[in-house]
């Protein structure tokens, strides 16, 4: 598709240095091409160069102290990259990796991913190459709030709307919030993944897990099949992770192994998810620590080797590119059946090709891991509403946004003639609104 080739050489040629925006932009691109031909007046209105252009990046220096008094400089950015649809929603990311091009990668799906949901959000994303691991509470507080000193000049809750990603969780967003109440003085819902004392929504924290699992459910339950006694290995160990490995055992799988950044666990008589949440969420330790305490259970250091495990079911939910072609051939040749992307782009353009083309049931991240920034919009609603709806209650509404995910992206496979191709299928039912939105609001 001659359109979509030049918007995406383009693309590569006037942001050099950006491999993981590449990808993205790669992989969206070309499966969206069925409609881009369907819709020639989307290269008259000139559609796919605003849509792979950023609305707004802002990037800034990040200035603390720590414990010792030594200041220190980070870099922070907010990529506000597509408002067609509702205000910018996506994660704040700390992590020494953090640079333009992973987050301008998570911008971009999230825009996608977020129309998915059916919620009025936008798409954005933000973060830091800080690095929480080792800092004090003191040291993250402050932190969080030099970082907050900058970025709430350019957020608000009907502008754009940050939550956690990786090295943010209910800590960092407690201090962030705090910091732009102070400065604003407005109490609103201006970040989700709050504390329940204070706006948050309960299930917040479970729901990026819970929604994996329903919607793997949901393409287990299209087959005839289901969680029960399927063994799962669960990548990751952080808040993702944790719930889908909830989520999945209470529907009757035996999740085997888990893993941190340092090396995985196998535990062939099924995680102890007691003792995972107390090393993790509790010490902020090391999964290392899990075969100390759990005999019969093997610690390896070394995290791709958690590839080479048998299983029937993979839900990668720790980092991008962590699934690999070698570690996908692996998985095949050992009979994985479904893969479930919890993470954002876990796996590589070669590992989506191994599981596409060995018909393996693969539910990309966009879809996939949409639960909790569907939830995120559901914290937005009660706050804005001054409400705080049950447990129950967003659970329901929860299962109920992703097996619709999965219908909507199955349908769009089928009615464009790519029937089980779920990345096609996501990216297309995801497009259409945001396209349709754009071409409404005309040329800006
Ligand atoms: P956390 O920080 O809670 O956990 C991240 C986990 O992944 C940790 O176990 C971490 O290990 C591991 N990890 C991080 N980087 C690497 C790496 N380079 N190599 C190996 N392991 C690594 O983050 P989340 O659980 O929130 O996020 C996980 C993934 O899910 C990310 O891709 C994120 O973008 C995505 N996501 C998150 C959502 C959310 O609501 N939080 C929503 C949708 C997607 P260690 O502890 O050693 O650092
Ligand atoms: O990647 C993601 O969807 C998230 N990190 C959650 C974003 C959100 O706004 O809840």
Same mark, same amino acid.
């Given at each position: ?6 918007? *995406?050489?383009?693309?590569?040629? @006037? ?7 590449? @990808? ?6 070309? %499966? ?15 559609? *796919? ?39 910018? +929603? ?61 970025? $709430? ?67 287990? +339950? ?12 669960? %990548? ?5 992770? !944790? ?11 035996? &999740?085997? #192994? ?28 090391? !999964?290392?620590? $899990? ?12 995290? +791709?080797?958690?590839?080479? !495990?048998?299983?029937?079911? #993979? ?24 893969? #479930?992307?919890? #993470? ?28 909790? &920034? ?29 097996? +619709? ?12 003639? $790519?029937?089980?191709? $779920? ?7 995801g497009f259409i609104k945001v396209a349709e939105a754009m071409m409404s609001q005309g040329v800006v």
């Open positions: 598709m001659k359109y979509v080739e030049k918007v *995406l050489k383009n693309l590569k040629k @006037q942001n050099p240095n950006e491999p993981e925006f590449h @990808q993205a932009a790669t992989e969206i691109l070309t %499966s969206l091409a069925p409609v881009i031909e369907k819709h020639p007046e989307y290269e008259a209105a000139g559609l *796919l160069e605003r849509f792979v252009e950023p609305e707004r990046v802002i990037l800034f220096r990040v200035p603390w102290v720590d414990d010792k008094g030594k200041v220190h400089v980070n870099k922070g950015y907010r990529v506000q990259f597509n408002s067609a649809i509702g205000p910018y +929603k996506g994660g704040l990311r700390f992590h020494p990796s953090v640079n333009l091009s992973i987050i301008k990668f998570l911008g971009l799906e999230q825009i996608l991913k977020n129309s998915l949901t059916g919620l009025p959000i936008g798409g954005g994303k933000g973060g830091s190459d800080f690095n929480p691991k080792g800092k004090s509470d003191r040291e993250i507080m402050a932190f969080c709030q030099s970082f907050m000193t900058e970025l $709430y000049r350019h957020i608000g809750a009907d502008t754009d709307v940050p939550a956690g990603d990786i090295g943010v969780g209910a800590r960092e967003v407690g201090y962030l919030f705090g910091q732009y109440k102070r400065i604003c003085n407005e109490h609103v819902g201006v970040i989700t993944g709050r504390g329940l004392s204070y706006g948050g929504s309960l299930v917040r924290k479970q729901a990026t897990g819970y929604g994996l699992a329903y919607i793997t459910e949901e393409a287990l +339950k299209a087959r005839g099949d289901s969680f029960k006694g399927k063994n799962v290995i669960v %990548s990751g160990s952080g808040n993702v992770a !944790i719930y889908a490995c909830e989520k999945a055992q209470s529907l009757g799988a035996k &999740v085997i #192994a888990m893993y941190d950044s340092n090396g995985y666990i196998y535990d062939p008589d099924g995680i102890d998810l007691d003792i995972i949440k107390d090393i993790k969420e509790v010490k902020r330790g090391r !999964i290392k620590e $899990y075969a100390q305490r759990v005999e019969g259970s093997v610690y390896t250091e070394d995290c +791709k080797g958690i590839w080479s !495990i048998p299983c029937d079911i #993979a839900l990668p939910c720790a980092t991008q590119n962590e699934i690999d072609k070698v570690s996908a051939e692996l998985l095949v040749k050992n009979g994985v059946k479904y893969v #479930a992307e919890g #993470a954002n782009m876990p796996s590589t353009l070669e590992a989506v090709e191994v599981f596409k083309s060995s018909g393996v049931v693969f539910l990309p991240g966009k879809a996939a891991n949409a639960g909790g &920034v569907a939830t995120s919009a559901l914290e937005m609603a009660q706050s804005s509403g001054r409400m705080f709806w049950s447990s129950e209650e967003v659970d329901a509404k929860l299962k109920d946004i992703m097996i +619709k995910i999965y219908h909507n992206m199955d349908n769009a496979a089928k009615e464009y003639g $790519y029937d089980g191709d $779920y990345v096609l299928g996501a990216n297309i039912a």
